[in-house]
């Protein structure tokens, strides 16, 4: 256990269940929080799941979330819900400024260092980079197959959920087409290293410094980002 977990310190995976709690006012058992969070969240914020247990007991220890008894079969099973001072908390973090986003990937770590094996190891780490990525748009689609139809269990949560179904479908998808892109390109080397066959892709770098150039004079003639917020949204 971390140094913050043995002082009680709370983490984003603390707020990710306080979000929980907060979407479901009759309460979750810790194991429906697990899958839950399996389910909704596990493409932004993986946790093992022994972990999640310790970390809705701490928020309960802390005041920030109830528990309460419910009969079930023989043994009884615990609730969990939030409480005002979780909520505020909640709110508190929700305004707070993020860590940067990051990208984990085994296989792109040996795409990373793909000169030093051979081309065929490269193509396959390429490939189930394209593999993982359409696995992960077939499964939020099938998520939200039925939403715009019967709700879902969170109706009152779709305009929310539509922003990160965008999001993780839109992701999956560049990475599929730029699977697609450097696996054409790795099929017309001879070989992993330049040595051996390996070609430079052309106009790569190009475009990188030229999209960055467009972003750097969109940042600069923007003025506040406040001017981005809805009125409404700033007089809150």
Do not use: C
């Not at 256990?1 to 306080?18: H, V």
């Not at 699977?179 to 990188?208: K, M, N, Q, S, Y």
């Amino acid at each position: 256990m971390s140094r913050a977990r043995r002082s009680g310190e709370l983490t984003t995976t603390s707020f990710a269940l306080l979000g929980l709690l907060a979407v479901r006012s009759d309460g979750w058992s810790a194991y429906e929080l697990a899958q839950q969070m399996s389910r909704s969240l596990h493409y932004v914020w993986p946790r093992a799941e022994r972990n999640l247990y310790d970390e809705v007991k701490l928020l309960a220890d802390r005041g920030l979330a109830r528990t309460k008894e419910e009969p079930v079969g023989r043994r009884p099973r615990t609730l969990y819900s939030i409480t005002p001072a979780g909520r505020r908390a909640l709110q508190s973090w929700l305004g707070e400024p993020s860590a940067p986003l990051t990208l984990e990937s085994e296989a792109l770590v040996r795409v990373f260092f793909g000169e030093q094996g051979d081309l065929v190891d490269l193509l396959s780490s390429i490939r189930e980079i394209r593999r993982e990525a359409e696995d992960t748009e077939l499964k939020v689609a099938e998520m939200v197959r039925t939403l715009s139809e019967d709700g879902g269990p969170f109706p009152a949560r779709l305009h929310v959920t539509a922003l990160m179904g965008k999001l993780l479908f839109s992701h999956r998808e560049a990475i599929r087409r730029w699977a697609d892109w450097a696996e054409a390109e790795v099929t017309a080397w001879g070989g992993a290293t330049l040595a051996a066959g390996a070609r430079v892709p052309e106009g790569v770098f190009e475009e990188i410094v030229t999209t960055a150039g467009r972003i750097e004079r969109r940042r600069t003639s923007q003025t506040s980002p406040d001017t981005q917020v809805p009125n409404a949204a700033r007089m809150r």
